[in-house]
């Protein structure tokens, strides 16, 4: 497609629970970012992909976050045993090439709220 | 580490203002910069984009910024604002692995 396309809209989680966030990049582009923003401040990088494999994990919480991107299905995002402080919009991008000149286009986000 | 900081968390203006919007960022080598808007219920857009080159960049409507090196700022201005530039207003940088590094962006509100 010709936008990024993100579902679910609103995801609502009570704590302890999972929640799997996915992401549809523009067809043609082979670099996914996710992003998050808590409480509309300043985005803050978790992971990015080329293709299916990781390109840079560095922003990743390590213990409850998961990612992946499989051929021919969206990409995921997933919070296992969610806490309140995972409440956020999270944002996914692509980008067609890695190049510096090239751009990121955002999609809608999902809203996440934790109980 | 990279950073970027924006200096005006809310602004108000009338019609047919002049905005400027400041961004300063901390980085002492070669920088890619961005201003990005969100408009009410909408999806971050691209604005404008510097690499290298003129360091006055044009965007779309009507929106320009100025790379000022030797001050580490990159700011957004528009002579004329109007009411439909109401939105929230995003610098950012490239960090390493071209992620993008967000400042905490500017609430714009335009009033007729």
């Known amino acids: 497609g010709e936008e990024v396309a993100q579902t679910p809209k609103h995801l609502v989680r009570g704590e302890g629970q999972k929640a799997k966030l996915y992401c549809a990049p523009i067809k043609g582009h082979s670099y996914v970012f996710w992003y998050q923003q808590v409480l509309k401040n300043e985005f803050k990088f978790l992971i990015s992909?080329?293709?299916?494999?990781?390109?840079?994990e560095t922003g990743m919480p390590k213990e409850r976050f998961s990612a992946k991107c499989l051929p021919n299905s969206p990409c995921s995002l997933e919070i296992q045993a969610t806490k309140l402080e995972d409440s956020a919009v999270y944002f996914c991008a692509s980008s067609q090439t890695q190049g510096i000149t090239d751009t990121q286009y955002f999609g809608p986000g999902t809203r996440l709220t934790v109980l | 580490a990279q950073s970027v900081s924006q200096h005006n968390h809310h602004v108000i203006l009338s019609e047919a203002a002049s905005l400027e919007l400041g961004c300063n960022y901390s980085y002492g080598g070669t920088v890619n910069l961005f201003w990005y808007v969100q408009y009410p219920g909408q999806h971050l857009q691209l604005l404008l984009k510097y690499f290298s080159g003129d360091p006055l960049v044009k965007g779309i409507k009507g929106f320009e910024a100025e790379f000022i090196k030797s001050k580490f700022s990159f700011n957004l201005r528009k002579p004329s604002v109007q009411w439909s530039d109401t939105a929230e207003y995003f610098c950012?940088?490239?960090?390493?692995?071209?992620?993008?590094?967000f400042g905490a962006g500017t609430r714009l509100a335009v009033h007729p």
């Open positions: 950012a940088v490239t960090g390493g692995y071209n992620k993008l590094i």
């Open positions: 992909f080329q293709n299916e494999n990781v390109f840079d």
